[in-house]
């Protein structure tokens, strides 16, 4: 008799064959076949908790018996066909072959209506059904009262099952209402563990599993009828699979949620609780989402272990359950909604770091102090930084990417050519001969960490090999005319490339323990304190490294590997939320760091090191002089080094160390999808996503937030790169725009090779990153090199999970050369690749078309006229721009220009270090004047005045007129802001409005004299606001325009012309001279009166 009733859905749970090979076969197995010959009912002894009825285990099947359960116990297919379509068997592996025409039996998963593992319960007894437990509106309950869910909690006014007319579900645009109304069900069991508690078992007892073992998995959707039974209808068929057959259809893993094992407070027992430790509390926590009002969708599932004890004889425990929705937040941090919600708010995310840069930009461009502040340029700065660091991180990643695929096809290559055939890879490379050289036979057990090991090995492979061509070219053996054979140069770059190369490694070490710290259980709990200790940690590492290289560009691939790693472990947060989080967070550091703390980062050690020095030097002080010493030195030392800080404002070094820093951040962030994917593709190998508890379907959302906010953070920095011009007075865009330029004008392919580019002006330690110009070569090399830190610290990582012997390993010599052999090959035919298709050729190359003529010797006559007419014409313009007629010129007609931009060419520190040759060029320069004035002279007899030496006196008196005229120009330089605010708006003599100037009745020296007067101690050390003061006390002026200036001179020059005096005028030359004069001081005076009248008249 057959009647239609309605579909029943159940939450289905999934047991697989390989969960008990880490964990013991459950005691309540389902029954099968025969068993069921009265009926498929699950047969319980229900009874409840306060029911005095002595507790009954059921017989313990033999453990041999049990794991037969996944093997056919009919000795053949048909007849097992049979007997299921007798009993209307569900848990059984048979499928139907439509090539043959026959049937397999390949049992190796079930799905169940009940929980596995919880059996002889009073209730339920052996067979725990999901529905039942989370269904019961008499005995499912709300949290007990707590500081989490308080007395005034708004879910007690709503029954913990509501009625269906007022469950309210929460969608991806719910973020107002944000709690769902669905059921909530919390109820306690009282159980018997079955096993024997004092006898042991080869592979670990559920309740002796491990944290993050899966005991199971739940359906995260409900499976209806036809799906549960692997049947087409309600009848038995002949493609009837069971439940295996649904779940061989179901392709993504996030369908399965998996059971994973708590046991942490197994580590507050005292002793070893690792065997014979036993929970008496359990508890299934089942999360999920109230999709619509008639469905729910698992989202995550705990099984928690507590209270612990080592009691063998008592075999009671607690079991509890928590049924129970998610809020808006927790189901984002879930990723129970759909992509593009997440889209959406990785975009708000990035929008609001655009906004907070805008808004910091435009505060600065109404509170700069700037007279003609710098435009906003965006597409100008976009078109500067973003194309090079992203064409240089795409030419890096194509090499690094086909040596990667290498290395995986080497050691997982099975997985595309035998993965039907050898789904475990034993017929493998490497895996027929032995694992280990003290192995007697391979132990298939042993493979998958072997394997892992040899990933391992194989990334520290492409590490070092990385590390040795890159450090070749961020340190090349250029051959510097004038050498001729010496071999210092070699020397030193050799020493530079070890030096590099030792670095790295060392910081890859330290990297290995910065990951494996993050793979503490603890460590996402402490996820802010870590953030801001490693923020801090990289600014001491950053000046080691600086200290260590003393050059900027090897630095800073190895400062970019530190910042890689830092962002790779903010994902062991404890959730998606604390990990956008730590990117806000981050972001507000990037913005202190690059603004503040790294600009002002050296101001403020030399003020540390001024600090500790002048306590060194009071406490000498207070010595006796025969301890202390000479304390003039340190006081010369502190005096020096606040001139040589005075000095080095305003120049290029903090621009280039800014940028570098920029550099190195927009490189991280480009390449950190890149090394996802990588952790994505080896997660069985690096073990980083399971020990961070990512799973594999949530990692993709993680990914994407990196690609997302891609855009969204090189905006960002363009406002911020437009607010150290403001906030620094820096010329960025200036100087990218000239490094783009001496990039597109270079003389050699590569950039780095050429001898003639280094600007000596600017620091030894920024010189060779500035020759390269940040260009796409520079992040090239960059990428080259973080990749090759990056994979040492993952191979290194590898190994150690695996617990890896490399030189135990047979096949580690073939792995090494193997690697080895495919990092040269594609080295060399990408070389000449890029040489083909012209990549970085050099522009205007052929106007040294008589170079290459006569380096490749005697050409032939069509290639000489070839060179000739594409490249003559333009190599004679070339020639007369580099002629002295053409330099004559320009200086003749830009002498103006020339003059008002040497204020910003001659700065202190190029003038500091280029000392001999401007000196040497002064010395010409007066040398000509001193020549033309010689000329004026027609006396062929005039004396001849010579340089008269300097004595002890001559030189303090010079000393004590250079500290009196440096202390003049100080005191002057502290008041031109007062004085220029003291100008009025017309003129005082004829009232005038245009060009207005500003005189003062008393000069600074004046000033000066009486500011010693009245406070004497400020003869030697000047107190600027106590000057200040002084000056507004006591300084008057007077406004006065060009035309009465003019006027003033002018009468003033006429007076001198009026005032006719002879010589021989005795009572007029009386007045003149005071002392008789020798011979040499009126010859001088006399022809110099003589020619000065003449030149009046």
Excluded at 3 to 19: A, C, H, K, L, Q
Excluded at 655 to 679: A, K, R
Excluded at 873 to 885: I, P, Q, V
Excluded at 888 to 907: A, G, H
């Amino acid at each position: 008799e057959e009647r239609t009733v309605e579909m029943p859905w159940i939450f289905g749970i999934r047991y697989d064959e390989s969960y008990s090979h880490s964990t013991s076969l459950p005691m309540n197995l389902p029954p099968r076949w025969k068993t069921f010959e009265r009926g498929r009912v699950l047969i319980g002894m229900n009874t409840t908790h306060q029911n005095t009825a002595p507790t009954i285990k059921d017989k313990n099947e033999d453990t041999e018996e049990r794991k037969d359960f996944w093997s056919n116990p009919y000795q053949s297919e048909v007849i097992a066909k049979e007997q299921t379509d007798l009993y209307f068997e569900t848990f059984h592996g048979l499928s139907f072959d439509q090539s043959t025409g026959s049937y397999d039996f390949d049992l190796n998963s079930l799905i169940l209506p009940y929980l596995p593992f919880f059996s002889n319960c009073r209730e339920f007894d052996s067979y725990i059904l999901l529905w039942a437990l989370v269904e019961s509106s008499t005995e499912c309950k709300l949290p007990r009262v707590s500081s989490q869910y308080p007395d005034t909690w708004w879910r007690r006014d709503v029954q913990p099952l509501p009625h269906q007319d007022d469950v309210e579900a929460i969608g991806p645009s719910d973020f107002i209402s944000f709690y769902p109304v669905a059921d909530w069900c919390e109820r306690k069991l009282h159980c018997s563990f079955e096993e024997s508690l004092t006898s042991t078992d080869v592979t670990p007892r559920w309740f002796e599993a491990d944290s993050g073992s899966t005991l199971f998995s739940i359906l995260r959707d409900p499976i209806d009828f036809y799906q549960y039974t692997g049947r087409d209808s309600a009848t038995v068929g002949a493609n009837d699979g069971g439940g295996q057959r649904f779940l061989d259809t179901v392709t993504t893993l996030e369908t399965f949620i998996p059971a994973k094992v708590s046991r942490s407070p197994a580590f507050n027992v005292v002793g070893d609780c690792a065997a014979s430790c036993f929970p008496r509390r359990v508890t299934v926590d089942i999360s999920y989402y109230q999709v619509d009002v008639h469905s729910k969708r698992v989202v995550q599932v705990n099984v928690i272990y507590d209270k612990f004890d080592k009691d063998s004889t008592n075999d009671e425990y607690e079991l509890q359950f928590k049924f129970y929705p998610l809020n808006y937040q927790e189901l984002v941090t879930k990723f129970a909604f759909t992509r593009g919600l997440f889209l959406m708010l990785f975009s708000y995310i990035g929008v609001g770091t655009v906004i907070v840069a805008m808004i910091y930009w435009a505060i600065l461009r109404l509170t700069t102090s700037l007279e003609n502040p710098p435009q906003l340029k965006i597409l100008g700065y976009l078109w500067l930084t973003f194309p090079p660091a992203l064409g240089g991180l795409l030419l890096g990643l194509i090499p690094i990417s086909l040596v990667t695929a290498a290395s995986f096809y080497l050691v997982n290559g099975y997985t595309f050519d035998t993965s039907e055939s050898d789904p475990d890879g034993r017929r493998w490379l490497f895996a027929t001969t032995k694992l280990q050289y003290s192995d007697v036979a391979i132990d298939p057990d042993l493979l998958h960490l072997t394997r892992q090991g040899r990933t391992g090995l194989a990334f520290l492979t492409m590490a070092i090999a990385s590390l040795y061509f890159t450090t070749k070219l961020l340190v090349p053996k250029k051959k510097l005319s004038g050498d001729h054979g010496d071999a210092k140069p070699i020397t030193t770059s050799t020493w530079k490339r070890s030096n590099l190369l030792v670095s790295s490694i060392l910081m890859g070490l330290f990297l290995v323990g910065i990951v494996e710290w993050s793979f503490w259980e603890s460590f996402g709990t402490y996820i802010w304190e870590a953030i801001i200790l490693m923020k801090f940690l990289g600014i001491l590492i950053g000046q080691v490294m600086d200290n260590q290289l003393e050059e900027a560009l090897l630095s800073a691939p190895v400062m970019t590997a530190f910042g890689l790693v830092q962002a790779v472990v903010t994902m062991s947060a404890n959730d998606f939320m604390d990990f956008l989080l730590s990117y806000i967070v981050g972001f507000g550091f990037l913005i202190l760091e690059r603004m503040y703390i790294g600009p002002l980062l050296s101001n403020i050690l030399n003020w540390s090191y001024n600090v500790f020095s002048a306590m060194i030097h009071s406490v000498r002080k207070l010595l006796p002089p025969i301890i202390s010493g000479d304390q003039n030195d340190s006081t010369s030392n502190i005096e020096d080094s606040e001139t040589v800080h005075e000095e080095n404002e305003e120049t290029l070094e903090p621009l280039l160390g800014s940028y570098t820093s920029y550099s190195c951040d927009v490189l991280s962030l480009l390449y950190f999808p890149f090394i996802m994917v990588v952790i994505m593709i080896f997660r069985e190998e690096a073990e980083m996503m399971k020990l961070y508890n990512i799973k594999e379907s949530d990692m993709e959302y993680y990914l994407l937030f990196a690609l997302v906010i891609i855009p969204f953070q090189i905006a960002a920095d363009i406002f911020m790169q437009n607010s150290l011009e403001l906030l620094h007075g820096w010329k960025t865009f200036e100087y990218l725009e000239y490094c783009r330029a001496r990039f597109l004008q270079r003389e050699m392919w590569w950039k780095g090779l050429e001898t003639n580019t280094l600007d000596e002006c600017i620091e030894n330690s920024l010189r060779s990153v500035d020759q390269l110009c940040f260009s796409s070569q520079y992040y090239m090399l960059s990428t080259l090199h973080v990749n090759a830190i990056v994979y040492l610290v993952l191979g290194i990582v590898m190994m150690a999970r695996a617990k890896y012997n490399a030189f135990g390993d047979p096949a580690m010599s073939s792995i090494i050369m193997i690697i080895l052999l495919c990092t040269i090959v594609v080295k060399l035919v990408l070389t000449r690749i890029a040489m083909i298709v012209g990549l970085w050729s050099i522009r205007h190359e052929k106007r040294r078309w008589h170079d290459k003529i006569h380096a490749d010797g005697e050409p032939q006559l069509d290639q000489w006229s070839h060179e000739q007419s594409t490249g003559h014409d333009e190599y004679k313009l070339e020639g007369r721009m580099t002629s002295d007629a053409f330099r004559y010129k320009f200086l003749r007609y830009n002498r103006s220009w020339i003059i008002e931009q040497l204020p910003n060419m001659l700065t202190p520190r190029m003038t500091q270090r280029s000392r001999p040759y401007i000196m040497n060029q002064l010395a010409r320069i007066l040398g000509s004047i001193d020549a033309d004035v010689s000329s004026d002279s027609e006396a062929d007899d005039a004396p001849d005045f010579d340089v008269p030496a300097m004595n002890a006196s001559t030189r303090a008196m010079i000393r004590m007129w250079y500290g009196e005229a440096g202390r003049l120009l100080r005191l002057s330089g502290l008041v031109e802001p007062i004085i220029q605010q003291s100008r009025d708006d017309v003129c005082q003599f004829c009232l005038g409005r245009g060009s207005l100037r500003v005189e003062t009745c008393f000069s600074v020296e004046e000033m000066n004299r009486q500011f010693i007067v009245e406070y004497p101690e400020c003869k030697d050390d000047i107190d600027q606001v106590q000057w200040k003061m002084f000056w507004q006390r006591t300084q008057k002026y007077s406004t006065i325009c060009m035309e009465c200036l003019q006027k003033r001179a002018k009468e003033k020059y006429e007076g001198i012309i009026d005032d006719d005096r002879s010589s021989d005028d005795a009572d007029s030359l009386g007045d003149l001279v005071t002392s008789e004069l020798d011979s040499v001081k009126s010859t001088i005076l006399s022809t110099w009166y003589s020619q000065a009248r003449a030149s009046l008249n």
